[in-house]
């Protein structure tokens, strides 16, 4: 049995609260309205007021313009940049406006990342869980309970992540335009897609994915222990068939999971591939926590049976999902750079005129410096290499997710700071401490499991 | 002076490790062990330096992706930048997407073919060579070790019957 460390604990708590002070402190200095905007332009816009008019306008065009314009808009904004001057006090108080609500959106934006990353982090430990199960392996048996005491997080990450999106749903922030009414009734494209864009049926379809991933967390988990205490191998075979149901269900609400809670954020865009991209950034991420954690109860003496080839394994997965993330990141990234269609293209644009640090070294960390590091056998087995690759994974993967959400929701107003550290370190510690919690609850290995004995001598 | 080897013929794989390592702690240089499939664990018992193929490869890789990338912008930007469909000749950054699909593949293929060609030159393989077998069961279903004698023929021929070789042989090798 794994006894939860005192020190962790503590650390745990600590990082809670820094995040839960952080984060307060992130929304009470949010802008309240438009003067405090432009005492917040005036103040860092020495000289550079004419870059910040085109950056807001380009940005401006991207959420909030109706499609066809985006584009012109867009060229209009960089050949009349010297023509600002002159611009008229509607245009100055609507660009005030704009910024209010990126400026507003930051400390939400920051704590829907890092909810949503903790979430899914999870949950891909809990498909690889599955995966696991289904395809009867040998070698991860001795694993199953670290990886249920990860995946113990899902439940309560969901429910705090229900909530945010409720709150979205009530106005609380503009995150999601088209859960404005206003901006709907001006906007074509929106309200063409309002059939599936509506809150009512976007939080339902949140409720039964968050409790379908939940249930199946549970039950497994139960079925697993009680398998230890029992007579033959009728549990086991249950939940072979729920990891097999299970696998079927999440890779369809993934997809949709993906439309609605990640794509819809910048609801002009679309693409057909963008759920498995998300899929491939929190799997590998899953993998990557799966390995962390088994190294760290491996490091304080608790998991007498992995050796180093189960180490050598996780490695290998997470070099390959490495792989199979950026592909995809590619292939999405270079079609539409290619045919360079303008309703699909500004999607990038974005990223890559505002965002261009975090958008390429998103890619920097999650594929050159694991592919290099990760690409020889004998690194594979060394703690400490697996350790500082799998700590760049997991940040280069938060970097994903906030690329991915933060130029819809914010726009040229991004910086990493407070608002965002805090948020992770809320989220981590209350991470630590579910995940933890749950591994001293259960004995780390599991009893009657039929591979559990290969797993006990697998060696690579 | 003349050039005796023993061949010490097993039917086990089981049988053939252990007679490896038998071999090996007596001391008596095993020149070679023929076998019809690879036995597993058996390049540990021997006590065979690993393979630095894998190296190979990843250099080829890198000569791989060397070549591309030079040929692709000596090409499409150095030699004749011509606007193709308003793609980015300026600078082989700007049109870099397009090349990935090609730096990609050529790295794969210089990785595995000279990584093959690698090993083909130095386990000596070729089409017309002659085949090394010293004894045509080896390919079917019996191993054979190859174990130099230094005037103790007598010693190892009882060394080889007691590790359970179901064949002991001393050839004259020239």
């Given at each position: 049995m794994y006894t939860f460390s005192s020190k962790l604990k503590t650390f745990s708590f600590v990082l809670m609260a820094i995040g839960f002070l952080g984060i307060g402190y992130g929304f009470y200095t949010a802008p309240k309205d438009i003067k405090e905007v432009e005492e917040i332009l005036a103040a860092d816009s020495h000289g550079t007021h004419a870059v910040k008019k085109e950056h807001g306008s380009t940005n401006e065009a991207n959420s909030h313009e109706v499609h066809g314009s985006t584009e012109e808009k867009h060229v209009e904004a960089k050949t009349s940049s010297q023509k600002h001057e002159v611009s008229s006090d509607d245009e100055h108080t609507e660009h005030l406006n704009h910024v209010l609500h990126q400026l507003q959106n930051k400390p939400w934006s920051a704590l829907y990342v890092?909810?949503?990353?903790?979430?899914?982090?999870?949950?891909?430990?809990?498909?690889?869980?599955?995966?696991?199960?289904?395809?009867?392996?040998?070698?991860?048996?001795?694993?199953?309970?670290?990886?249920?005491?990860?995946?113990?997080?899902?439940?309560?990450?969901?429910?705090l992540f229900f909530v945010l999106l409720i709150l979205c749903g009530l106005h609380f922030n503009h995150m999601f335009i088209w859960l404005d009414p206003e901006v709907v009734a001006t906007d074509k494209l929106i309200a063409n897609k309002t059939g599936y864009l509506n809150f009512p049926f976007w939080i339902v379809r949140a409720a039964i994915f968050l409790t379908g991933w939940s249930l199946y967390q549970y039950y497994s988990r139960k079925n697993c222990l009680a398998q230890d205490e029992a007579n033959d191998d009728l549990l086991y075979k249950k939940n072979f068939k729920l990891s097999a149901m299970f696998l079927v269900f999440f890779i369809v609400s993934e997809s949709i999971m993906s439309w609605d809670w990640i794509m819809s954020i910048d609801p002009h865009w679309f693409s057909t591939l963008f759920g498995w991209y998300v899929f491939a950034s929190f799997f590998v991420s899953g993998v990557t926590t799966i390995a962390l954690v088994t190294l760290y109860?491996?490091?304080?003496?608790?998991?007498?049976?992995?050796?180093?080839?189960?180490?050598?394994?996780?490695?290998?997965?997470?070099?390959?999902?490495?792989?199979?993330?950026?592909?995809?990141?590619?292939?999405?990234?270079?079609?539409?750079?290619?045919?360079?269609?303008?309703?699909?293209?500004?999607?990038?644009?974005?990223?890559?005129?505002?965002?261009?640090?975090?958008?390429?070294?998103?890619?920097?960390?999650?594929?050159?410096?694991?592919?290099?590091?990760?690409?020889?056998?004998?690194?594979?087995?060394?703690?400490?290499?697996?350790?500082?690759?799998?700590?760049?994974?997991?940040?280069?993967?938060?970097?994903?997710?906030?690329?991915?959400?933060?130029?819809?929701?914010?726009?040229d107003s991004w910086s990493i700071g407070v608002s965002e550290i805090a948020s992770i370190l809320f989220f981590l510690g209350l991470f630590i401490y579910v995940v933890f919690t749950a591994l001293s609850k259960s004995p780390l290995l599991a009893k009657r499991n039929p591979f559990i004995e290969e797993s006990k001598h697998f060696h690579y | 002076m003349s050039n005796k080897v023993i061949y010490a013929i097993y039917n086990d794989d089981d049988i053939l490790m252990d007679a490896v390592k038998k071999t090996r702690a007596a001391h008596h240089h095993i020149e070679e062990v023929f076998s019809p499939f690879p036995v597993h664990g058996l390049d540990k018992a021997m006590g065979i330096a690993p393979t630095r193929l894998a190296i190979c490869a990843f250099l080829y890789g890198c000569v791989g992706i060397s070549?591309?990338?030079?040929?692709?912008?000596?090409?499409?930007?150095?030699?004749?930048?011509?606007d193709i469909g308003g793609k980015p000749s300026f600078s082989y950054i700007e049109n870099m997407p397009a090349f990935v699909p090609i730096m990609f593949e050529l790295t794969v293929f210089f990785a595995?073919?000279?990584?093959?060609?690698?090993?083909?030159?130095?386990s000596k393989l070729w089409p017309?060579?002659?085949?090394?077998?010293?004894?045509?069961?080896?390919?079917?279903?019996?191993?054979?070790?190859?174990?130099?004698?230094?005037?103790?023929?007598?010693?190892?021929?009882?060394?080889?019957?007691?590790?359970?070789?179901?064949?002991?042989?001393?050839?004259?090798?020239h």
């Open positions: 890092a909810c949503i990353f903790f979430m899914l982090v999870s949950l891909g430990v809990l498909v690889f869980y599955a995966i696991q199960q289904v395809a009867q392996a040998g070698w991860s048996p001795v694993l199953f309970r670290v990886m249920q005491g990860i995946t113990s997080y899902l439940p309560v990450g969901a429910a109860l491996k490091s304080r003496g608790y998991l007498e049976f992995v050796n180093n080839s189960h180490i050598h394994d996780l490695a290998k997965f997470m070099f390959g999902l490495s792989v199979f993330w950026t592909y995809l990141w590619f292939s999405q990234f270079m079609l539409i750079w290619y045919a360079n269609i303008p309703e699909e293209v500004t999607y990038f644009i974005t990223r890559i005129q505002l965002y261009n640090l975090p958008f390429f070294g998103a890619v920097v960390m999650n594929f050159l410096f694991p592919l290099l590091i990760l690409i020889n056998t004998d690194f594979k087995r060394i703690s400490w290499v697996i350790v500082m690759a799998g700590i760049v994974i997991l940040m280069g993967h938060y970097l994903d997710f906030f690329n991915m959400i933060m130029p819809g929701t914010v726009g | 070549v591309a990338t030079a040929m692709m912008n000596y090409i499409m930007i150095q030699d004749w930048p011509q595995a073919h000279l990584m093959v060609i690698t090993f083909y030159m130095r017309f060579k002659e085949a090394e077998n010293p004894d045509v069961r080896t390919t079917d279903d019996h191993f054979l070790m190859e174990v130099a004698v230094h005037d103790n023929e007598e010693e190892l021929v009882s060394f080889f019957q007691n590790t359970g070789a179901v064949e002991v042989k001393v050839i004259d090798k």
